[in-house]
């Protein structure tokens, strides 16, 4: 029975947009694909467009343990999840949110190119021939906002006036007014690319009476790294006290703290490696009573300016189209990420350090 001549091409890209507060979890998502091809004397032509909105207080990150691209962006999401988290352990209470949380937005594209597939009937002989091409898969993170770590740190700083910090922050997350101001926020950037290419240009025949051969020569290429930078600002006065804190190096340089993604091949295994540098602060000096700030305005930053919300940081591209909102999100997460690593490595050690995050290494380990 003869069979049409049958050929297919299309492409699908993938846009979204996470944003992280600790008062919840909220995202946008796009999806779009086309379908070219031929099937006979037929032309097939389609595409396909689906958007979707959503936002909740409660966010779940299962999946990570999954193979592939997918397991890496779970496993991404699923670590930024943690990490805001961490940074605020007190439940929400009565917290004015937008003056003490975190908010960090992630993006993410996805293009998913197969190419070259075609069926046809082998010459002389009843059998067919299925061509294959390649597929080619690329996946782009985007991170930008700041990660609060304010109680991380009061848990983990234990040196002179560390009772005062803490009874400060409690105050301070309970919804009432403190003189001062504590804050200690990661800024972070993001920037790196995975992709994951499947070079066939094999030809396999598909027999007409008989079961077609389970094996085929393919050959793939499966590498990248995405790392999320972070740099340290902290800023912390109470009633007649202030301390000066700094961030130390991250244990590879980075300025102050890193996490990374990154993915091989070694010879027929696939590999994943996720290591973060911890965080760690240094004290520089501490003034306690006797000390008095020029500046009585409690509304005043310690940073010298009233942004402590991350929201512009954070905040979504004004372009209605959520494809041109990710890339766009790309592009300034890449710069973010890129300015974080020019703004010079912390000085050398000259006060008592403490460790706010241990660093992680899981190693390279079969993926």
Same mark, same amino acid.
């Given at each position: 029975?003869?069979?049409?001549?049958?050929?297919?091409?299309?492409?699908?890209?993938?846009?979204?947009?996470?944003?992280?507060?600790?008062?919840?979890?909220?995202?946008?998502?796009?999806?779009?694909?086309?379908?070219?091809?031929?099937?006979?004397?037929?032309?097939?032509?389609?595409?396909?467009?689906?958007? =979707? %909105?959503?936002?909740?207080?409660?966010?779940?990150? +299962?999946?990570?343990?999954?193979?592939?691209?997918?397991?890496?962006?779970?496993?991404?999401?699923?670590?930024?999840?943690?990490?805001?988290?961490?940074?605020?352990?007190?439940?929400?209470?009565?917290?004015?949110?937008?003056?003490?949380?975190?908010?960090?937005?992630?993006?993410?594209?996805? *293009?998913?190119?197969?190419?070259?597939?075609?069926?046809?009937? $082998?010459?002389?002989?009843?059998?067919?021939?299925?061509?294959?091409?390649?597929?080619?898969?690329?996946?782009?993170?985007?991170?930008?906002?700041?990660?609060?770590?304010? +109680?991380?740190?009061?848990?983990?700083?234990?040196?002179?006036?560390?009772?005062? %910090?803490?009874?400060?922050?409690?105050?301070?997350?309970?919804?009432?007014?403190? $003189?001062?101001?504590?804050? @200690?926020?990661?800024?972070?950037?993001?920037?790196?690319?995975?992709?994951?290419?499947?070079?066939?240009?094999?030809?396999?025949?598909?027999?007409?009476?008989?079961?077609?051969?389970?094996?085929? *020569?393919? =050959?793939?290429?499966?590498?990248?790294?995405?790392?999320?930078?972070?740099?340290?600002?902290?800023?912390?006065?109470?009633?007649?006290?202030?301390?000066?804190?700094?961030?130390?190096?991250?244990?590879?340089?980075?300025?102050?703290?890193?996490?990374?993604?990154?993915?091989?091949?070694?010879? @027929?295994?696939?590999?994943?490696?996720?290591?973060?540098?911890?965080?760690? /602060?240094?004290?520089?000096?501490?003034?306690?009573?006797?000390?008095?700030?020029?500046?009585?305005?409690?509304?005043?930053?310690?940073?010298?300016?009233?942004?402590?919300?991350?929201?512009?940081?954070?905040? @979504?591209?004004?372009?209605?189209?959520?494809?041109?909102?990710?890339?766009?999100?790309?592009?300034?997460?890449?710069?973010?990420?890129?300015?974080?690593?020019?703004?010079? /490595?912390?000085?050398?050690?000259?006060?008592?350090?403490?460790? %706010?995050?241990?660093?992680?290494?899981?190693?390279?380990?079969?993926?």
């Amino acid at each position: 029975m003869p069979v049409p001549y049958l050929k297919l091409d299309g492409e699908a890209t993938l846009a979204m947009i996470i944003r992280f507060t600790t008062a919840g979890v909220n995202g946008s998502v796009s999806a779009k694909g086309s379908l070219t091809g031929k099937f006979g004397n037929h032309e097939i032509t389609g595409s396909a467009e689906a958007k =979707s %909105i959503a936002g909740t207080g409660l966010s779940r990150c +299962d999946g990570q343990n999954a193979p592939g691209m997918i397991g890496t962006i779970a496993n991404v999401i699923g670590t930024l999840n943690e990490y805001v988290g961490k940074g605020n352990t007190k439940g929400p209470g009565t917290r004015d949110v937008s003056q003490y949380a975190s908010s960090v937005s992630l993006s993410k594209s996805l *293009s998913l190119k197969p190419t070259g597939v075609d069926l046809l009937a $082998k010459t002389g002989s009843p059998d067919l021939e299925l061509k294959l091409g390649g597929l080619a898969m690329e996946l782009k993170l985007g991170v930008t906002g700041r990660l609060d770590i304010i +109680d991380a740190l009061a848990m983990a700083y234990t040196g002179p006036g560390a009772t005062a %910090i803490r009874e400060a922050r409690a105050v301070m997350a309970s919804g009432q007014h403190v $003189k001062g101001k504590l804050e @200690a926020y990661l800024e972070v950037g993001a920037e790196g690319m995975l992709t994951h290419s499947i070079m066939s240009g094999v030809t396999i025949t598909i027999p007409a009476n008989i079961p077609a051969p389970e094996t085929t *020569s393919v =050959s793939e290429v499966f590498r990248g790294e995405i790392k999320i930078r972070g740099v340290l600002s902290v800023g912390v006065e109470i009633e007649a006290e202030i301390w000066i804190f700094s961030g130390k190096a991250g244990a590879s340089g980075t300025v102050h703290t890193s996490w990374a993604w990154a993915l091989r091949k070694q010879g @027929a295994k696939r590999e994943k490696n996720y290591k973060f540098e911890g965080l760690i /602060i240094e004290l520089k000096a501490h003034a306690e009573a006797g000390f008095r700030s020029g500046n009585d305005d409690a509304d005043e930053s310690a940073f010298g300016n009233n942004n402590t919300d991350g929201a512009h940081a954070a905040s @979504a591209p004004s372009s209605s189209d959520l494809e041109s909102q990710v890339a766009q999100h790309l592009e300034k997460s890449s710069a973010e990420a890129k300015r974080i690593a020019s703004s010079g /490595i912390a000085g050398i050690a000259g006060g008592r350090t403490y460790t %706010i995050f241990s660093p992680e290494d899981s190693g390279w380990e079969k993926y």
